[in-house]
């Protein structure tokens, strides 16, 4: 099932990282349930709703190193 939430005044907050020139991400902040991401570069393209166990496993995952190999 499509997650069909309204983001329109959603507060967007960018990676540190982006202004090294890489591909970044936003994410937008303020629900226990849920991470919404988008590509940073591409504001009006679409949004990806994750879990938010699933965001915080993966951010720690990407902290620890786990993908330094990919």
Do not use: H, I, N
């Not at 907050?13 to 890489?22: A, D, I, R």
């Not at 940073?40 to 902290?63: H, T």
């Amino acid at each position: 099932m499509a997650d069909r939430r309204d983001l329109s005044g959603a507060s967007w907050v960018k990676s540190t990282y982006s202004q090294q020139g890489g591909d970044c991400l936003e994410v937008a902040r303020g629900s226990r349930e849920s991470m919404p991401v988008r590509d940073s570069k591409d504001p009006q393209g679409p949004v990806l709703v994750f879990p938010a166990e699933a965001w915080v496993s993966f951010v720690a995952a990407v902290r620890s190193g786990e993908f330094d190999v990919l």
